[in-house]
């Protein structure tokens, strides 16, 4: 046993509530592709696509838009990288 195990195992408990880790995963913006349930804000991994490339992706119709612009969760988002990476535009 290390001296992190140990010390953890004598740790008296704080009283302190789990809710600040149970907020931590929780978010505030929804991703917006439909069959997403994950959270698209930008502390959580979540980035902007243009609404051409989230067309390309997903379809039109299979995720909200807001001015232009489709908030996406981090999976979300690097499944678009993955399908985008190698089309060269040069």
């Known amino acids: 046993m290390g001296f992190k195990a140990r010390a953890r195992k004598t740790k008296v408990d704080s009283g302190k509530d789990d809710k600040a880790k149970s ?5 505030e ?15 959580l991994g979540g980035r902007s696509l243009s609404f051409d490339d989230a067309t390309e992706m997903w379809g039109n119709g299979n995720f909200a838009s807001a001015k232009g612009r489709v908030r996406v969760c981090k999976s979300c988002y ?3 990288k993955k399908e985008t990476k190698n089309d060269d535009m040069f």
């Open 23 to 27: 907020t931590k995963n929780a978010g």
């Open 78 to 80: 690097r499944s678009w």
């Open 29 to 43: 913006t929804p991703c917006a592709v439909k069959s997403c349930e994950k959270w698209a804000d930008k502390n």
